[in-house]
């Protein structure tokens, strides 16, 4: 109700002074465009010529403080002011406290009976949050590992970067809009930790050199003695159809060698026979031949001088010995070949023919 009255009072002022009298003033001086962060103080000067009567600010085209030679007229707490006189101008300055996002638009300072307007710009920029998923991190030594660090709620968007207090082999970072939400900034950091320390993001807008960190804990552990060597990089799917075929490939060659040495050993085991055989026959054409000789002697014409063994005998023993006629050659070695003792045989047998033909002669 208070404020009601205090607008009702600012108008009824300016309509006073523009139905009084008076000369035509000047802005030496208009404001400038101002970036401040939400919550904090926003400053606006504009510098006239004296003899004004009437000084008016507005913003988003709503009069929001008025100034007369006699004090202000204040219809918000928010907005306050401070002024400064010189020898040949006047400043004013407005100060909008607790600065809102809805505060940000187009400002203007305008004088009564004045064309004159100083213009300017109020931006409001929020400070949003940020956000890790883990205040601390436990990773294996010399592994890459990942960190994601989101910003959120921030006007104008930050610059994210990244400080690390830890012993790494590599590291590096990339910073993107969330996909379907272009309020939402995530900057990702790879590295390979080989020691313990801490991960700090930082989140800067660079208008006002203004910024804001997260730090989060990292602790190294030295991986596992059992699960070192047990999993190996898992293959592409090509390098395992590579690798069926290859298998398919020597199955079948073996199978090949298999049947090539089968058939290798069957044919050699058909030529021993065979050889075989050959030796067996040649053996017994050996044989056929050496005992020709006596066969032929046995079945040649008939010696009407031999006489049989029983008659032979009988004259044997009738008649004087003579040893040196009688005498018969010593029996061979049963040892010597086959062929020494075939002829050993038929030796006898013309000997005992030989001496049929003398025992028939002596009678």
């Not at 009437?54 to 918000?76: A, F």
């Not at 040949?88 to 009564?112: A, H, K, N, Y």
């Not at 205040?135 to 921030?154: F, K, M, R, S």
């Not at 002829?343 to 003398?358: I, T």
Request: glycine share 6%; aromatic share 6%.
């Amino acid at each position: 109700m208070e404020g009601s009255w205090r607008d009702v009072l600012a108008v009824l002022v300016i309509l006073a002074q523009l139905t009084a009298s008076g000369s035509s003033y000047q802005i030496i001086e208009g404001p400038q465009n101002v970036t401040v962060l939400k919550g904090s103080k926003a400053r606006f000067n504009c510098t006239v010529t004296h003899g004004w009567k009437l000084l008016m600010w507005t913003l988003n085209h709503m009069v929001v403080l008025s100034l007369t030679p006699q004090g202000p007229i204040i219809t918000n707490d928010r907005f306050t002011y401070a002024s400064y006189n010189s020898t040949d101008s006047f400043t004013s300055e407005m100060i909008i406290q607790d600065v809102r996002p809805s505060d940000s638009g187009p400002l203007q300072c305008s004088l009564q009976n004045s064309h004159g307007v100083g213009s300017a710009f109020l931006s409001v920029q929020v400070m949003g949050t940020l956000n890790i998923p883990s205040d601390n991190l436990i990773v294996t030594e010399g592994e890459p590992c990942n960190v994601t660090c989101y910003a959120l709620g921030w006007t104008s968007l930050p610059d994210i970067s990244w400080e690390l207090e830890v012993p790494v082999s590599h590291s590096s970072y990339n910073s993107f809009l969330e996909p379907g939400n272009f309020m939402r900034v995530l900057s990702v950091l790879d590295l390979t930790p080989l020691g313990n320390g801490t991960l700090t993001c930082v989140a800067e807008l660079k208008d006002l050199q203004a910024s804001k960190s997260l730090t989060v804990n990292l602790t190294v552990v030295q991986p596992p003695p059992d699960s070192i060597g047990e999993e190996g990089p898992v293959l592409p799917t090509w390098a395992i159809i590579l690798l069926a075929v290859a298998f398919s490939l020597l199955l079948i060659l073996i199978i090949a060698l298999i049947i090539i040495f089968c058939c290798c050993c069957a044919s050699r085991r058909e030529k021993e026979e065979s050889t075989y055989q050959n030796e067996i026959r040649k053996s017994a054409n050996v044989r056929t031949n050496t005992a020709d000789p006596e066969t032929k002697l046995k079945s040649g014409k008939e010696n009407y001088g031999y006489s049989s063994d029983e008659a032979r005998a009988a004259q044997t023993a009738s008649l004087p010995p003579k040893s040196a006629e009688v005498s018969l050659p010593e029996k061979r070695s049963s040892s010597l070949p086959y062929q020494k003792s075939t002829h050993g045989m038929v030796d006898a047998e013309r000997f005992k023919v030989h001496n049929n033909l003398k025992t028939r002669e002596s009678r």
